[in-house]
């Protein structure tokens, strides 16, 4: 439905308070048909929660009444509980009540709740219908459609529905709405009037004519037409919503509240009245009240632009810059051209320290705003911070002179003019601007601090220094010469700098933890640690200082003592990122993906939907195999961040894990339209590709990545699998073979002699003996070099090369496992013992389990043995060869109907596996 209010909610906040009321309304009916009747009096007066209440006594006397399901579903439209009117709606209809009365308001139940393909499905013929049934339900299609901004086919639909039922109100509301909305507001006003001509009493056509005189800019036209709606119609939501609007605009917050009031006194969850409540609260200087009420909008709709708007507009006034930020981002988004939002995001980017967004931000809209000084300040101000002061001098000039009267002008141009060099025109500007009222004497700082930020220490110093004459009781120049001098290398006078700063005064806490960061860098820890036990003794629950502390006890193998002074970091500075996300990478180090979880929905809670939040949250919910909230997660986060193709890219992951394989390809595609040359996405795409069996695709991906990156393995080594799996070694051989001329990679060499092992090469292993031979220390080439020769029969060759890769890394449990192997069919007496050291190392892993257990078999120990491989054939099912020495095992024992059984699921499974010939003979033979 196109109307000033287009989206309802699910808010049953009230039915606790029905659940009460039911024993105590007076009037007790005692027939459905009685409460059926009182009902409809109730709503009639406008008191929906009353009349709920009454038809809900009817519903509960008989189930069956159809008139009495219908009334309950529209009222509960009316109330805004698009879920609870769908539900009773839907009753109705199967209770009998004809699509002609039933489609239009069950469609508009639908749409308020977001489910608008459900409509378009389920209200698809009309044979054999009435034509007034068959407009009703050609008016929901196209309200459908007009919600998915479909506007010319919404257009077209509402004129079928009209030339069906030429009298069919509904459609021609929709088609006064739908003109209004695209500016042809004298075709709006005619429809408005050819509904009046077929219902005199319709409150609705005068809602279109407010809202057409809002257009025009005739606020006063407007709010006479609402209340003319209003006396037709008391409880008409579109014409309450108008007049409360209207009336704000034009400053009488009495009459404004008055109708707010009574659209939440019938339905306390509505979005659009609990949003203009907002906003009358914060004109009122109630910026918490508001706020609070802001919050109940958009737990309901997260996405709701003007609330969105003004709670941005709050948390910048109130210091939190990165909550203004994330949500101005979704303004900006619904609505690329709007002003306000993209100036206060330019303003919260600046405090930020993002100037270079900032100036992206304002940019963007500067065709539009050419005499808008505030806007050309803001620029100018951001050229100035990102240090493009030149660019930043010639904005402010322009604002100046558009008004001469603007302090904050005045002094960002100071500043500009003094950091390019223009010493005295600035001093003239700095003048001005203190005689209107504004201290500059800030500017010493912010010099200093750009100075240090762009590395030009000796500026920076010598800027300290005259910032020190002119504030000589304060620590923060001898601070920033500290950090000058640091700079510059000089460590002592930084550290003299730093006390100076101290003498000052003892409490100025940076100074002290400069003092502790330099302990700390020269290698004196306890000095450092009692530095920083000092300021927790004079700041307890200092950040900094815990996060140092928690470094320190790190480095030096405490970790327990770590992750206690940094969950205290994070327990006292709920505000602050930092200490979360360092907690978050110690547990994560740690494996604990639960504890992670915990820490970044607490963080969420402080910092809703920031985005470094959400992607650590979402990370850890894949770890933790929770992929439906992990792709929440990165909804949201692309939702922040809309610009980012990571978000789409960890959609596409998440995706894949749930097996929704279309959604993924969707995702990795408007990742790589975001970025093109993202590799993640580019590999994980051309491998869904493949499984989907589009080997073309998958193929150009890799040729593109092998063109971005000309000198990367990716690129060659990806297509060359492609070919590979293809059944195509010739052709693969050649791409690894020119990824080689390229870049010397070991996963370039090893898919060549796969490609050349495939293609049935003569000694394909020649491959990797030549790179040994330039590369002697590459651990993986030497470790395929060994098993090829293992595969070949060349057993002391093999054994050999192992040996020596054991004494590079002792502990591999690869090497140890086909050490095992190899020393065992060469009749060795340390192959049980490599067996052993390997299945300590990786008591879980079914290859080692298998090799022991075998060994343990031909040795004489059946029990134990037969007990791993029973485990190993559980870890995995699927391999022949395991299962084939389990059988042997059972013989051994003298179970040959359970060795049968075995021997005969390995044989099933893969009938060429190396041991298939001794399975048949000893299959035979049992």
Known sequence: MIAEISHGARWPAWVLGLCLLLVALPGWADSSAEYLVEGRDYLAQGKIRAAIIQFKNAVKEDPKNAEARFELGRAYLLGGDGAGAGKELERARRLGIGMERVASLLGRAYLMQGKVDKVLAEFETTDGLSPQAQAAILVARANARAQKRELELAGKVFGEALAVDPRSVDALLGLGRLAALQGRLDEALERADQVLLLDVKNSDAWVIKAGVARQRGDTVGAAEAYDKALALQPFNPSALLGSATVNLARGNADKADEAIGQLLRQSPGHLLANYLH????????????????????????????????????????????????????????????????????????MQLGEAERAIETLTKLEGRVADDAQFLAMLGTAYLRDGRYVRGIEYLERASELDPQAAGVRTQLALGLLASGEGGRAVKELETAVDLGKDVLQAELMLTLIH??????????????????????????????????????????????????????????????????MNE?????????RAYMDVLERKPGHAGALMALARLAGSQGREEEASKYLQKAFETNPDILRPGLELIRYYDRKGQALRVISIARQMLKQHPDNPTVLNVLGLAQMRNEDFHGALASFQKLQRRVPDSSQSFYLQGRAYLALERRDEARRAFEQALALAGDHVPTQLELARLELKAGNRDVAIRLARTIREQRPDDELGYRLEGEILLDAGQPEAAAKIFEQGLQRVASSRLVLGLYSAQKQGKALLPWKVLAAWLEKHPDDFVVASAYAEALR??????????????????RPDDIVVLNNLAWISHRLGRGDALRHAERAYELAPDNPAVMDTLGWLLVGTGEVRRGLSLLEEAVVKAPHLAEIRYHLGVALHRIGQDGRAASELKQALDMDDTFPEADEARRLLKKI
Do not use: C, W
Request: glycine share 8%; aromatic share 4%; no cysteine.
């Open 278 to 349: 907002a906003v009358s609260l914060y004109g009122k200087g109630k910026p918490e009240e508001a706020l609070e009420t802001l919050q109940r909008v958009l737990r309901v709709a997260p996405d709701h632009p003007p609330s969105l708007q003004m709670k941005a507009a709050i948390d910048f006034a109130q210091g939190r810059p990165e909550q203004a930020r994330q949500a101005l981002r979704q303004v900006i988004q619904a609505n690329p051209d709007n002003l306000a939002a993209a100036k206060l995001l330019a303003a919260t980017q």
């Open 452 to 517: 240090l930020r762009n590395g030009d220490y000796q500026q920076a110093l010598e800027q300290a220094r005259i910032f020190a004459g002119k504030s000589p009781d304060s620590p923060v120049p001898h601070n920033l010469e500290g950090a000058a001098y640091l700079g510059l290398g000089r460590t002592e006078a930084a550290r003299e700098a730093f006390r100076k700063a101290l003498a000052k005064d003892a409490g100025f806490l940076p100074a002290r933890m400069n003092l502790a960061g």
């Open 521 to 529: 860098k020269a290698g004196k820890s306890d000095a450092a640690r």
């Open 791 to 808: 595969a070949s029969g060349d057993l002391k060759g093999a054994e050999s090369l192992y040996l020596e890769l054991l004494t590079k």
